[in-house]
């Protein structure tokens, strides 16, 4: 609950020599960079239909004996049930007074814009990997849900790094037993030093960086042959989990309403818990931005073959810091 006072933007403002802002790219979110998006949200909730009970096969005459074209045929069973996204509201205002904004050499709202959209990201993805600040609506975060499944393993748990991602009852292995296939990994950028020296059975790395030409052409890594992604929007937080890796399909989201802006110049900013009022932009002389979007997401965990039973089954698996 507070305002750009004129210390935070005076990097910004005419008597400063150096014109150029340099800063990162904003990374809005990882779960966007892998999920699955689905189409806009004409409601506030949207219904997916989830396989839940598989159809079965039988032979008209199994084991001794025929009956030939007269043998009865069985009937079998399938069955749907309905999981839910429900899109909810992601806000943020942040203020300044007027003076200050006038007095700025750049458009301050320009600047602030990606941020808030680097905040929106990060809001998101630590809704969704942990359940930080989530709707009580939302599905189970995954970090929570994957450790439910039985697919949490700790570092150093099966002896090394390399035992605990790629080995039998590793993480990745974990996916796999629920009827899922990795495409993509999400980790701490902690986990680059430890990943950089693994090497497999005839000496070669597993942690793979690949360089496409040319000076912006983009760095990709890849841990056994699928991307792998380090957020640096302070996404993954090292002592909840160092690695999730999964089926990221398997995670849908949609926006019910994309990013708005919305200029803000007389109204009062109260205290969300004690109801005081904090700013009264008006009486101030003060303008605020306010952006909104309403957005949710589902892991619908579909029924299959090598798992049926959906309290063990998760298409995604973590990796732990140790002691975890």
Same mark, same amino acid.
């Given at each position: 609950m507070s305002y750009i006072p004129r210390s935070n933007v005076e990097a910004l403002m005419p008597e400063e020599f150096q014109r150029e802002i340099v800063e990162n790219v904003p990374e809005m979110s990882a779960v966007m960079r892998y999920a699955y998006r689905g189409p806009n949200m004409s409601r506030a909730q949207k219904r997916i239909p989830v396989l839940s009970i598989l159809p079965t096969a039988y032979f008209t005459n199994p084991g001794p004996g025929d009956t030939g074209d007269a043998g009865y045929k069985r009937i079998t069973q399938i069955q749907w049930e309905n999981k839910y996204i429900d899109a909810e509201e992601?806000?943020?205002?942040? #203020?300044?007074?007027? #003076? *200050?904004?006038?007095?700025?050499?750049?458009?301050?709202?320009?600047? #602030?814009? $990606?941020?808030?959209?680097?905040?929106?990201g990060l809001a998101f993805d630590q809704a969704v990997f942990y359940g930080i600040n989530a709707p009580a609506v939302w599905p189970t975060n995954i970090v929570a849900a994957a450790t439910g499944a039985g697919n949490f393993v700790t570092l150093g748990s099966l002896g090394d790094i390399y035992n605990d991602i790629m080995a039998e009852g590793g993480v990745i292995s974990k996916v796999e037993e629920d009827g899922f296939m990795v495409d993509g990994h999400v980790a701490a950028t902690s986990m680059k030093a430890r990943l950089r020296s693994l090497r497999d059975s005839a000496g070669n790395p597993i942690f793979k960086a690949l360089y496409k030409e040319g000076v912006q052409g983009a760095t990709r890594y890849e841990l056994d042959g699928e991307q792998m992604f380090f957020p640096r929007n302070g996404a993954i937080i090292p002592t909840r989990s160092l690695l999730i890796s999964g089926e990221w399909k398997q995670l849908v989201y949609a926006i019910r309403k994309? *990013?708005?802006?919305?200029?803000?110049? +007389?109204?009062?900013?109260?205290?969300?818990?004690?109801?005081?009022?904090?700013?009264?932009?008006?009486?101030?002389?003060?303008?605020?931005?306010? #952006?909104?979007?309403?957005?949710?997401?589902?892991? $619908?965990? $579909?029924?299959?073959?090598?798992?049926?039973? +959906? +309290?063990?089954?998760? $298409?995604?698996? *973590?990796?732990?810091?140790?002691?975890?």
């Open positions: 992601l806000n943020v205002i942040v #203020a300044i007074p007027e #003076a *200050v904004f006038d007095d700025a050499d750049y458009n301050i709202w320009d600047e #602030a814009k $990606p941020k808030l959209l680097e905040a929106f994309d *990013v708005t802006w919305k200029i803000l110049t +007389e109204s009062v900013i109260q205290d969300p818990v004690t109801g005081a009022i904090v700013i009264n932009l008006a009486q101030q002389n003060m303008i605020a931005l306010r #952006a909104s979007m309403r957005i949710g997401w589902q892991v $619908p965990n $579909p029924i299959n073959r090598l798992e049926e039973d +959906e +309290e063990e089954r998760y $298409p995604f698996a *973590v990796l732990g810091p140790a002691g975890s």
